[in-house]
Structures are given as structure tokens and as C-alpha cells.
């Protein structure tokens, strides 16, 4: 068998099943809220793939902003830094639209993590070396 499951070590697993929570938590608290119900007429729609995806790099770009100007407590949460938040942000819509397409993240991110522990342009020193990788 290949991919995430293939070999996975217990901490492995226990990282799919806590992402795998996490993405159906935060699809119903979506669900729940009507992101996925027209208000007009009350049916179930299907999100704009383009939409969301402009929503998660605003996340992001909430951070950077918050990063810039020195914002360090979160006006909404102030008991957590205001990048974490937005991270936060960032994460829950991209968990909520992998829940609402269907895609297993969990073993996505499992299996990209593993790529990427074997990657040659991820090793320091191909990083470190003429033409390397710097960020």
C-alpha cells in the first residue's frame, strides 16, 4: 500500500486522526453557519473554488500585515499573538474547503511532509551551495 498509511508509525497516525477532528470540526462550524446554503433561497450551494482559495491568502496576507506593523496580541483573541490567529484563519478555511471537496488532507500532508524529508533542494547543504535555496 502507498502513501500515509503505508508504514505509518503511531505518531503518524495519531497526526491523520487529529487533522482528520480538526477538518470535520471546523466543516460543520462552516456547515452550521451557512457558508454552504444560499441566503436568498436556503439551498445548498457548492463554494467557489477561486473564492475560498482568494479568502485563505488574505489570511495570510492579515498576518504579514499584522507582522509589519508590530501587532503582537490579536484584537479579537488578545490572549494569542495576532500572526497565530490569522494563521489559524488561513488553516480553518483550508481544512474546511479539503472537507467540503472530499480530499483526505490528513494523508496529503502526511505524505508530503515524508516528500519532503527526502528531498535533495531541502538538504543544508544543497541549500547552502551555489544556487541552493535560500528561503
Known amino acids: 500500500m502507498e502513501g500515509a498509511y503505508a508504514c505509518a508509525s503511531p505518531e503518524e497516525m495519531q497526526a491523520i486522526e487529529g487533522i482528520r477532528a480538526a477538518q470535520r470540526l471546523v466543516h460543520k462550524t462552516a456547515t452550521d453557519a451557512g457558508w454552504y446554503t444560499d441566503p436568498k433561497t436556503g439551498q445548498q450551494i457548492e463554494r467557489n473554488f477561486g473564492e475560498v482559495v482568494a479568502l485563505m491568502h488574505s489570511e495570510l496576507s492579515?498576518?504579514?500585515?499584522?507582522?509589519?506593523?508590530?501587532?503582537?496580541?490579536?484584537?479579537?483573541?488578545?490572549?494569542?499573538?495576532?500572526?497565530?490567529?490569522?494563521?489559524?484563519?488561513?488553516?480553518?478555511?483550508?481544512?474546511?474547503?479539503?472537507?467540503?471537496?472530499?480530499?483526505?488532507?490528513?494523508?496529503?500532508?502526511?505524505?508530503?511532509?515524508?516528500?519532503?524529508?527526502?528531498?535533495?533542494?531541502?538538504?543544508?547543504?544543497?541549500?547552502?551551495?551555489?544556487?541552493?535555496?535560500?528561503?
Open 62 to 135: 492579515e498576518a504579514l500585515e499584522a507582522d509589519r506593523k508590530g501587532i503582537k496580541r490579536d484584537d479579537k483573541l488578545p490572549w494569542h499573538d495576532a500572526r497565530a490567529v490569522e494563521f489559524a484563519d488561513c488553516v480553518i478555511r483550508i481544512f474546511d474547503t479539503s472537507a467540503a471537496l472530499g480530499f483526505d488532507l490528513a494523508a496529503a500532508i502526511l505524505d508530503k511532509n515524508r516528500f519532503n524529508r527526502e528531498r535533495s533542494d531541502h538538504k543544508l547543504a544543497n541549500r547552502a551551495a551555489e544556487g541552493g535555496k535560500k528561503y
